[in-house]
């Protein structure tokens, strides 16, 4: 993988940029919709294609490796063509989905014993037999395995399980590089950065990930309970270590704003399942603020669904509709809606990348900012 700095803002440290794989080319800033299990949710790769003109999409180890099963992705070639999905692909290490199995999970210096949430079978993740396991899906990007600690750890929980997350990084790195792919393309690992919201932490995983010289870094365990002036803190915190000539991904982050305020400070890739999840119960993100279109005052709003929307849906359907399918309980209000959202945070992310290179990028920020922080 390889990644050209092109262009800084001149009064933030926004940045456009492009990553190179062997699936395509990535410019950044980029939003990446989350395909969980194979799929994002209720959109056809078409339209994730021409509408949503996703760049790379997301896979999840932890449950693509309990459906449908490691043989099953190997016997088809590998993620990209069991899904049909020509264009690059990042996996997580399923270190958060672990996070989010605090009851029925068991960690030790070895790896985590957890149980299923499907069917309650018990399993085990290491940081061995989790690349392993991204190898065999054959992701362009994966990610190193760790610990994602609740955002209202104490210190002292958070340093114990950043030095895990610091011992499962140093084995991920030693067995990534004594693999391949079993495909014919190249697979890149990024670290990621921990340290709950303590600076020092953050600051001496930021170090320690930078000096093992990886082709790109994610940062981990934010937006997970802290508040999201924090957040913006730990970002400046790890962006001012982690290398300029290499890509910072945030993990799991977030709505438009925090988006923003993420590229505001340096960060180039971005994944969330709020667009498609929010806009399953309804919440739409628009040019012109936050909309629930179940409120009663959509009713007979005949007008577009967003007059400045980019996908076919925006000036083909009504808001009245739209909120009619939802009170019908009609699947193809759902579909709409995270169709919509999908386009929303990808266009933003386009734009933010065209308003970077002509320079203008701050005062447009801080107006969008304004904007999109509001209920209609």
Known sequence: MKFEHIKNDINTQARTGKISTDHGEILTPVFMPVGTCGTVKGVFHRDLNNEVEAQIILGNTYHLYLRPGLATIAEAGGLHKFVSWSKPVLTDSG????????ANRKLSSEGCTFRSHIDGSKHFFSPENVIDT???IGADIVMAFDECPPGTSDYKYAEKSLTLTQQWLERC???????????????SLFPIVQGCVYSELRRRAAEH??????EGYAIGGL????PAEVMYEMIEVVNEILPRDKPRYLMGVGTPVNILEGIARGVDMFDCVMPTRNGRNGMLFTSQGIVNIRNAKWANDFSAIDPEGKAFV?????????RHLFMAGEMLGAEIASLHNLAFYCNLTSEARKRINEGSFGQWKTEMVKKLGERL
Not at 95 to 102: D, N, P, R
Not at 209 to 214: E, G, P, V
Not at 223 to 226: A, K, P, W
């Open 223 to 226: 937006s997970v309970g802290e």
């Open 134 to 136: 991204q190898r065999i």
């Open 314 to 322: 925006d000036s083909t359907y009504s808001k009245a509709y739209l």
């Open 173 to 187: 790195i030693a067995r990534f590089d004594c693999t391949e792919s079993p495909y014919k393309h190249l697979q």
């Open 209 to 214: 990930a930078a000096s093992l010289n990886r």
């Open 95 to 102: 270190g958060y989905q672990v996070f989010s199995l605090a």
